[in-house]
């Protein structure tokens, strides 16, 4: 038999008057109000007071969800535009992959779908469907969890992430109210559903309908049909689970799913959907890639001070319509991309060449099997293979090394050739041209400001300027023979060249322009590595570590191509730093100037007379030395000086050449130092990284954009002043005695180059005439630095080829104003920070 509810009120009064009569019961009414049964009138208090204190607590989370403010702009998103210095768009930041379409552009299927699936009441609420959420709360408890979100609401989660957040909690969802009633507060219903098409995500970097109707059916939104758009709505509820490309089945179980939605709201016939649903899913599937622009490398350094500045500025670089003016010159950054094009591809025509002879790229060869063990998937084969040891480690290199279609893949990844490429204004230091790798799709490593590689040879300058400070003159002379240096532990250092030393005399001048190995580290003892070092900090070389050893001389120390380049303009500019410059100018959308940006008071590093000697000497390296083919080749009669660098082993190469209007530096290698392309010839910086900067150079000094015709100007000198110095000078010298300079003979012609067939056997003699005594098509092979045994305690235990450092990213630090409006004289920009 069963009890109905009022067989059990009976019982229930029974007991429940025995509970209250009994000594608890009683002792329990005696107690204070809250430890004693609550009085009716007592439960209708808190009743009314539940609901009041949960208005407190809504009140309460207001100051914490998004502002008016920040909706309207939401909007309105303007992202920043960056410019190059005549005009033309180098960047958008923009904070997704999205295109920006009108309600009226999108097709009407999408509308009917989205509302008849996601939100089928829309236009009857105010931000909140108190009936879904109601019914969404009784299925949860059920056990059934289902979305009760509008439209509004999911709005307002993708809008602002990170101020309402997505964990499934209580006040989650209150903020999410909160914010969803702002909006529609001040959208209307058609601003709400555009804003809302245009930020949904959709996977594979592509928001907004616009962009998934690219990316998935490879066509605008206009044109999407019932299908497509049920498909993409369908996506909605999970872009993964729902995801057409990776299921099929299930994104098309949804789609349909959609459809029958539309018939349920009279949106689509019970005929049309009878045949619709019967399609197989068909996909046009084309990954919409964001538009590099043309400097990447340059715009993601900037990007990286822009949010900085914006951020203690008060503004927003994806919002606000900022408009960034920067130094950049169009045309020199077009014709830097073709240079590096150009040359990398041969490049990588003679990598391919060498390493695919029989001793290159084998199973057998030591280093290939190196590079298998340090690969992700080498890794990932030891994780399976568990600590237990299923598969040796032998097993796993076998399998990798038999694999060819992941060898090909990794041989293409190693020796692919890379290059990074700036040009500066030496007048200004800014930044005129910026290539930070040779595709910015395949490898966004910035080997510009990024990377950090020996420099080889284009450090002597650094040598022979310390030296010029000490008070060396370009024509001393030193002896060309065998030099050895004591290092610290006993070790002797023996550095090489090229070629055989001749024992005969020898120009500083000519040793920078033929890059004598032995001489620039005989002038390094003199003058000591601690004064070499301060020099090339001064100079520029202000971020990178520079250990302060003999192996110096020859560029021991990795360092950034932007550092090596900046270092080298402020010599072209008199020996005066200032540091890089990106942005002149920051705008708002209405061409108001928010903030402008002088260069900085240069400083003096360097005496103006000694800087002139040391560019000078750098001249003879062009004229006659290992960049001949700077004239020879390229047709470069400028005013130009350089120099050549390359590094142990061929695994970088360098050039930087300096004009009086514009410096450019270049380098090519590879990612990984110890590959190379195994060509003495080739490895020379004089084959690798010179062509690019002669490529470019060639087209910038007869272009408008630079003056061809500058010089570079002696200082001023008064006269009685050099001449007393000079005879002060002359004597001093003469007190030192031969032992520290060998005596300068003034009546001597200029010294030619060494011979390349020279021997320590032959007599000293007059040697070939240098530079125009060349044959055609000769060139001076340049001396890689021999640098110490391994013991010698400088980088990473080794001086031979180092592999690349994981070196912490710098911002660029670009100049700071000290408010909106005009900045004072003497703000500028800081992008290495001084080393103590």
Same mark, same amino acid.
């Given at each position: 038999?069963?009890?109905?509810?009022?067989?059990?009120?009976?019982?229930?009064?029974?007991?429940?008057?025995?509970?209250?009569?009994?000594?608890?019961?009683?002792?329990?009414?005696?107690?204070?109000?809250?430890?004693?049964?609550?009085?009716?009138?007592?439960?209708?208090?808190?009743?009314?007071?539940?609901?009041?204190?949960?208005?407190?607590?809504?009140?309460?989370?207001?100051?914490?969800? &998004? =502002? +008016?403010?920040?909706?309207?702009?939401?909007?309105?998103?303007?992202?920043?535009?960056?410019?190059?210095?005549?005009?033309?768009?180098?960047?958008?930041?923009?904070? $997704?992959?999205?295109?920006?379409?009108?309600?009226?552009?999108?097709?009407?299927?999408?509308?009917?779908?989205?509302?008849?699936?996601?939100?089928?009441?829309?236009?009857?609420?105010?931000?909140?469907?108190?009936?879904?959420?109601?019914?969404?709360?009784?299925?949860?408890?059920?056990?059934?969890?289902?979305?009760?979100?509008?439209?509004?609401?999911?709005?307002?989660?993708?809008?602002? /992430?990170?101020?309402?957040?997505?964990?499934?909690?209580?006040?989650?969802?209150?903020?999410?109210?909160?914010?969803?009633?702002?909006?529609?507060?001040?959208?209307?219903?058609?601003?709400?559903?555009?804003?809302?098409?245009?930020?949904? /995500?959709?996977?594979?970097?592509?928001?907004?309908?616009?962009?998934?109707?690219?990316?998935?059916?490879?066509?605008?939104? %206009?044109?999407?049909?019932?299908?497509?758009?049920?498909?993409?709505?369908?996506?909605?509820?999970?872009?993964?689970?729902?995801?057409?490309?990776?299921? #099929?089945?299930?994104?098309?179980?949804?789609?349909?799913?959609?459809?029958?939605?539309?018939?349920?709201?009279?949106?689509?016939?019970?005929?049309?959907?009878?045949?619709?649903?019967?399609?197989?899913?068909?996909?046009?599937?084309?990954?919409?890639?964001?538009?590099?622009?043309?400097?990447?490398?340059?715009?993601?350094?900037?990007?990286?001070?822009?949010?900085?500045?914006?951020?203690?500025?008060?503004?927003?670089?994806?919002?606000?319509?900022?408009?960034?003016?920067?130094?950049?010159?169009?045309?020199?950054?077009?014709?830097? $991309?073709?240079?590096?094009?150009?040359?990398?591809?041969?490049?990588?025509?003679? %990598?391919?060449?060498?390493?695919?002879?029989?001793?290159?790229?084998?199973? %057998?060869?030591?280093?290939?099997?190196?590079?298998?063990?340090?690969?992700?998937?080498?890794?990932?084969?030891?994780?399976?293979?568990?600590?237990?040891?299923?598969?040796?480690?032998?097993?796993?290199?076998?399998?990798?090394?038999?694999?060819?279609?992941?060898?090909?893949?990794?041989?293409?990844?190693?020796?692919?050739?890379?290059?990074?490429?700036?040009?500066?204004?030496?007048?200004?230091?800014?930044?005129?041209? !910026?290539?930070?790798?040779?595709?910015?799709?395949?490898?966004?490593?910035?080997?510009?400001?990024?990377?950090?590689?020996?420099?080889?040879?284009?450090?002597?300058?650094?040598?022979?300027?310390?030296?010029?400070?000490?008070?060396?003159?370009?024509?001393?002379?030193?002896?060309?023979?065998?030099?050895?240096?004591?290092?610290?532990?006993?070790?002797?250092?023996?550095?090489?060249?090229?070629?055989?030393?001749?024992?005969?005399?020898?120009?500083?001048?000519?040793?920078?322009?033929?890059?004598?190995?032995?001489?620039? %580290?005989?002038?390094?003892?003199?003058?000591?590595?601690?004064?070499?070092?301060?020099?090339?900090?001064?100079?520029?070389?202000?971020? $990178?570590?520079?250990?302060?050893? #003999?192996?110096?001389?020859?560029?021991?120390?990795?360092?950034?191509?932007?550092?090596?380049?900046?270092?080298?303009?402020?010599?072209?500019?008199?020996?005066?730093?200032?540091?890089?410059?990106?942005?002149?100018? +920051?705008?708002?959308?209405?061409?108001?100037?928010?903030?402008?940006?002088? &260069?900085?008071?240069?400083?003096?590093?360097?005496?103006?007379?000694?800087?002139?000697?040391?560019?000078?000497?750098?001249?003879?390296?062009?004229?006659?030395?290992?960049?001949?083919?700077?004239?020879?080749?390229?047709?470069?009669?400028?005013?130009?000086?350089?120099?050549?660098?390359?590094?142990?082993?061929?695994?970088?190469? !360098?050039? +930087?050449?300096?004009?009086?209007?514009?410096?450019?530096?270049?380098?090519?290698?590879?990612?990984?130092?110890?590959?190379?392309?195994?060509?003495?010839?080739?490895?020379?910086?004089?084959?690798?990284?010179?062509?690019?900067?002669?490529?470019?150079?060639?087209?910038?000094?007869? $272009?408008?954009?630079?003056?061809?015709?500058?010089?570079?100007?002696?200082?001023?000198?008064?006269?009685?002043?050099?001449?007393?110095?000079?005879?002060?000078?002359?004597?001093?010298?003469?007190? !030192?005695?031969?032992?520290?300079?060998?005596?300068?003979?003034?009546?001597?012609?200029?010294?030619?180059?060494?011979?390349?067939?020279?021997?320590?056997?032959?007599?000293?003699? #007059?040697?070939?005439? &240098?530079?125009?005594?060349?044959?055609?098509?000769?060139?001076?092979?340049?001396?890689?630095?021999?640098?110490?045994?391994?013991?010698? &305690?400088?980088?990473?235990?080794?001086?031979?080829?180092?592999?690349?450092?994981?070196?912490?990213?710098?911002?660029?630090?670009?100049?700071?104003?000290?408010?909106?409006?005009?900045?004072?004289?003497?703000? =500028?920009?800081?992008?290495?920070? +001084?080393?103590?």
């Amino acid at each position: 038999m069963r009890l109905s509810l009022d067989d059990l009120k009976l019982p229930l009064a029974a007991a429940w008057l025995r509970l209250r009569g009994s000594r608890l019961g009683l002792r329990v009414a005696a107690l204070p109000w809250w430890h004693r049964w609550p009085t009716r009138r007592e439960w209708l208090r808190l009743a009314a007071a539940l609901p009041l204190l949960f208005v407190l607590y809504v009140l309460a989370l207001i100051p914490f969800t &998004p =502002g +008016i403010r920040d909706i309207r702009k939401a909007k309105l998103e303007q992202p920043a535009q960056v410019m190059s210095a005549d005009g033309k768009p180098i960047a958008l930041f923009k904070r $997704s992959n999205r295109q920006w379409v009108k309600l009226d552009d999108i097709s009407p299927s999408v509308l009917q779908a989205l509302i008849a699936t996601e939100d089928h009441r829309f236009y009857q609420h105010h931000g909140m469907d108190w009936r879904r959420t109601l019914g969404s709360a009784i299925h949860t408890l059920r056990g059934d969890p289902q979305g009760g979100s509008t439209l509004t609401q999911q709005l307002a989660r993708n809008l602002y /992430p990170t101020e309402i957040g997505r964990a499934p909690t209580l006040n989650r969802k209150l903020k999410e109210a909160i914010t969803a009633f702002k909006i529609e507060a001040l959208y209307t219903k058609e601003e709400i559903l555009e804003t809302y098409l245009n930020t949904v /995500p959709f996977l594979y970097n592509a928001f907004g309908i616009e962009m998934a109707a690219r990316t998935y059916f490879d066509k605008p939104a %206009a044109r999407l049909t019932v299908l497509e758009s049920a498909t993409l709505v369908g996506m909605l509820k999970g872009t993964s689970y729902y995801n057409p490309v990776l299921n #099929p089945d299930r994104a098309l179980y949804r789609r349909n799913t959609v459809l029958s939605q539309m018939v349920k709201r009279g949106k689509l016939s019970e005929a049309d959907y009878a045949q619709l649903r019967k399609r197989p899913m068909r996909i046009d599937f084309e990954r919409q890639e964001e538009p590099q622009g043309m400097a990447p490398h340059f715009a993601q350094q900037l990007r990286k001070w822009l949010i900085d500045w914006a951020d203690r500025n008060d503004y927003n670089i994806y919002t606000d319509g900022l408009v960034v003016h920067t130094t950049l010159d169009s045309r020199l950054q077009a014709w830097a $991309s073709q240079a590096v094009a150009r040359q990398t591809r041969t490049l990588q025509g003679v %990598a391919n060449g060498a390493w695919s002879q029989r001793d290159g790229w084998n199973a %057998a060869n030591p280093l290939v099997q190196q590079l298998v063990r340090e690969s992700p998937a080498w890794r990932a084969a030891r994780k399976r293979a568990g600590p237990d040891g299923k598969e040796s480690e032998e097993d796993t290199l076998r399998a990798l090394l038999a694999d060819k279609a992941w060898m090909k893949q990794l041989r293409e990844d190693k020796t692919r050739v890379q290059a990074g490429f700036v040009a500066l204004d030496p007048r200004s230091s800014e930044v005129l041209a !910026w290539v930070g790798s040779r595709d910015f799709a395949q490898d966004a490593y910035d080997h510009v400001q990024q990377a950090r590689r020996q420099p080889g040879s284009t450090f002597k300058p650094f040598v022979y300027g310390a030296a010029l400070q000490q008070g060396a003159r370009p024509d001393d002379r030193r002896v060309d023979g065998p030099v050895e240096i004591q290092l610290a532990g006993g070790e002797v250092w023996r550095p090489t060249d090229a070629t055989p030393p001749t024992g005969r005399e020898m120009t500083l001048r000519d040793a920078l322009a033929y890059s004598k190995n032995t001489i620039t %580290a005989e002038v390094m003892q003199s003058v000591g590595p601690g004064r070499v070092a301060r020099l090339a900090r001064a100079l520029g070389v202000r971020q $990178s570590p520079l250990d302060e050893v #003999p192996a110096l001389a020859l560029g021991s120390s990795p360092v950034s191509l932007l550092e090596m380049t900046n270092a080298y303009a402020s010599l072209a500019h008199g020996g005066r730093y200032l540091p890089p410059r990106m942005v002149t100018r +920051i705008e708002d959308a209405e061409g108001r100037v928010l903030a402008e940006f002088s &260069p900085p008071r240069p400083e003096r590093v360097m005496d103006e007379d000694q800087a002139y000697a040391l560019v000078d000497m750098l001249r003879a390296v062009v004229d006659k030395g290992t960049a001949v083919a700077v004239r020879q080749r390229y047709g470069i009669h400028a005013d130009v000086a350089g120099k050549t660098g390359t590094t142990q082993g061929n695994a970088d190469g !360098w050039f +930087i050449l300096m004009h009086p209007a514009i410096v450019a530096g270049a380098w090519a290698g590879f990612n990984d130092a110890r590959i190379t392309l195994r060509s003495d010839r080739w490895g020379q910086g004089s084959r690798s990284a010179l062509p690019m900067v002669g490529d470019f150079m060639s087209r910038a000094l007869r $272009s408008p954009a630079i003056d061809g015709k500058a010089r570079f100007e002696p200082p001023e000198q008064n006269h009685w002043w050099s001449d007393m110095v000079g005879r002060l000078r002359e004597r001093m010298q003469g007190w !030192w005695g031969p032992q520290a300079q060998a005596p300068q003979d003034k009546a001597r012609p200029p010294e030619p180059a060494p011979a390349p067939d020279a021997t320590p056997d032959q007599a000293p003699g #007059p040697l070939a005439p &240098p530079g125009p005594g060349l044959s055609p098509g000769e060139e001076i092979i340049e001396s890689t630095p021999a640098l110490p045994a391994p013991s010698v &305690p400088l980088t990473e235990g080794t001086l031979g080829p180092v592999q690349e450092r994981g070196v912490q990213e710098a911002s660029p630090g670009m100049p700071e104003p000290t408010g909106q409006g005009e900045a004072p004289a003497g703000s =500028g920009v800081v992008i290495t920070p +001084i080393q103590p």
